[in-house]
């Protein structure tokens, strides 16, 4: 299968009064077309950002210091804001966590569908009738398509939003926690339309803190931890074969249905990534380091094949 989308050492950069935080460093993987990859990671761990820089969408504050983002063989990064707004919606699209980001409050839902529609050259009455399709597609009654943003639930705004992002059935969709304070019967909703979409040739970048909902769902999984990828690899592998000290402590804290015994839980902190740790990010909380991990940073390396892990404690094979 193509690559769709092709990262390469990405860093991203915000400027804060209270310094600099270093949110994406050296950030290196790529997606297949019809692929789910879902990103998992405590908050503050870069999810959201990687995302964001991805789209080409960061905060005035937020710099792109270096990498490139290939979609379709394009480097996103080299886009001017014409051919930026020309593939946002097209080529590549974002279901953003709060669905108030992506709907005006002040207009109907079905005008500003119609006229996102428009602004990417679909006729006036295709563009209507597209939009009404795709809201029935996702499960918005027809009454409600001319009501205001306010007028739905959590859950209805949040299936107007993934409309709107694959209406025109871009290569790539990018889900930043779209069933957070959702109920679970909605949750299940939302996420079997991403498969659907997925199954269409559509991939979609599941970023999410749930890394259960990651292994049911996802068929590859990433890991990030302090603004770095710390573990990629299917999901049946992550599953059968974590390596990575963090991937094991995720993967050990998710309750289990039937087991009297408690979850673990992780000892410590985030980072603080104004002033990251020397070495291995992760190595004041891991259990694990040594000397070296306190001075030395690992490098991610395919461990086995599609298995990549940044740990100096782990040998490729």
Request: net charge neutral.
């Amino acid at each position: 299968m193509s690559e769709v989308l092709i990262v390469e050492n990405l860093y991203v950069k915000y400027y804060t009064k209270r310094g600099i935080v270093l949110a994406v460093s050296d950030a290196t993987f790529s997606m297949l077309k019809g692929e789910m990859l879902a990103v998992v990671g405590e908050s503050g761990s870069g999810k959201s950002t990687l995302g964001h820089a991805i789209m080409n969408l960061l905060p005035k504050n937020g710099v792109i210091e270096k990498g490139r983002v290939l979609l379709d063989g394009i480097d996103i990064l080299k886009l001017g804001n014409d051919d930026l707004r020309r593939i946002r919606g097209s080529k590549i699209s974002m279901v953003f966590q709060d669905p108030f980001t992506t709907l005006d409050p002040l207009r109907r839902v079905l005008d500003q569908f119609t006229e996102f529609l428009t602004e990417h050259g679909v006729d006036m009455e295709e563009a209507r009738n597209l939009a009404m399709t795709m809201l029935e597609a996702v499960g918005i009654p027809k009454n409600l398509a001319n009501a205001y943003p306010h007028q739905l639930s959590g859950g209805q705004k949040q299936r107007v939003a993934i409309a709107m992002a694959i209406a025109l059935k871009p290569l790539l969709v990018i889900a930043d926690e779209p069933t957070t304070a959702l109920d679970v019967v909605v949750q299940k909703q939302i996420m079997d339309l991403f498969d659907e979409i997925k199954n269409k040739g559509t991939s979609i970048m599941l970023i999410t803190h749930d890394i259960a909902l990651a292994l049911e769902r996802a068929d590859r999984v990433m890991i990030m931890y302090g603004g770095e990828v710390m573990e990629l690899a299917e999901k049946g592998v992550l599953m059968e074969k974590p390596l990575h000290p963090y991937t094991i402590g995720l993967l050990s804290s998710v309750p289990k249905i039937g087991s009297e015994k408690f979850p673990n839980s992780i000892p410590g902190y985030p980072p603080d990534l104004r002033n990251p740790p020397r070495g291995c990010v992760f190595h004041p909380r891991c259990p694990y380091a040594g000397e070296r991990c306190r001075v030395v940073k690992p490098l991610l390396t395919e461990v086995e094949k599609g298995h990549w892990v940044k740990c100096h404690l782990v040998k490729a094979v």
